[in-house]
């Protein structure tokens, strides 16, 4: 759409507004040579007055009227539910799932260790939850009964301390055990592939990859 809508406004004085996005483009990703997709929200932005522009032309044709305005109208909500089903998915996901597990009064008890980054971790308890880095000899000597870890971010873990934590914890012989993992598995239609959504390593350069990772619990073995 957005594409047809500056072919439509090439002979037009409006294309003066793309001058913002191609310099943002040559002066800003093409330096720093890497981009995320929030990296695009202002070009999309700008974009969105040509797509826009060229969608009002459709619906104002006379010819094959109900036609423009069917086409319009499915475009319209194909890309409301794009959106919607982010936020289902948001609601669904498996953090949700890991913190409501954690709660039961079976698993209640007991000092819970997050590993990694906060932001990519069930919410955090004060009452029974705390931080530990990616550093084995820090969960030797606080030995938590439960650790908690994004399957996703343990994926770039750098070599050497990162790595040598992730390794000892999945290795039962050091004195823990996967107690639970899990990832919602959405009935409907996904943003994306499903390959996009439930690879175990995600795409590090888009924030989608980011919701609903699968979470990872492992237990103290013993007392």
């Known amino acids: 759409m957005c594409v047809a809508g500056v072919a439509h406004r090439s002979a037009r004085r409006e294309l003066f507004l793309l001058l913002p996005t191609v310099s943002y483009y040559i002066c800003f990703v093409s330096v720093a040579l890497y981009h995320y997709d929030r990296f695009f929200l202002g070009i999309c932005l700008v974009l969105a007055l040509f797509g826009g522009s060229w969608l009002a032309t459709q619906l104002k044709a006379t010819r094959g009227r109900r036609w423009r305005q069917a086409g319009v ?11 919607a089903l982010v936020d289902v998915m948001l609601v669904n ?3 949700y799932v890991v913190e409501r597990w954690l709660r039961q009064p079976e698993n209640a008890v ?8 906060d932001i990519y971790l069930p919410r955090f308890d004060e009452r029974r939850t705390r931080e530990i880095r990616e550093d084995w000899p820090e969960v030797l000597e606080t030995s938590p009964r439960f650790i908690v870890i994004n399957l996703g971010h343990s994926c770039r873990a750098q070599a050497g301390r990162e790595e040598e934590f992730y390794a000892r914890l999945r290795d039962p012989s050091n004195g823990y055990r996967r107690a639970m993992a899990h ?6 239609p996904p943003v994306g592939s499903a390959q996009f959504w439930r690879r175990e390593c995600p795409d590090g350069l888009t924030n989608l990859a980011a919701i609903n990772p699968e979470i990872q619990v492992f237990e103290r073995v013993g007392p």
């Open 93 to 95: 996901e498996a953090r």
């Open 73 to 83: 109208a499915g475009v319209l909500l194909a890309s409301f539910f794009r959106g």
């Open 183 to 188: 990832r919602s598995d959405p009935s409907w």
């Open 110 to 117: 007991g000092e819970v260790g997050m590993a990694g980054f």
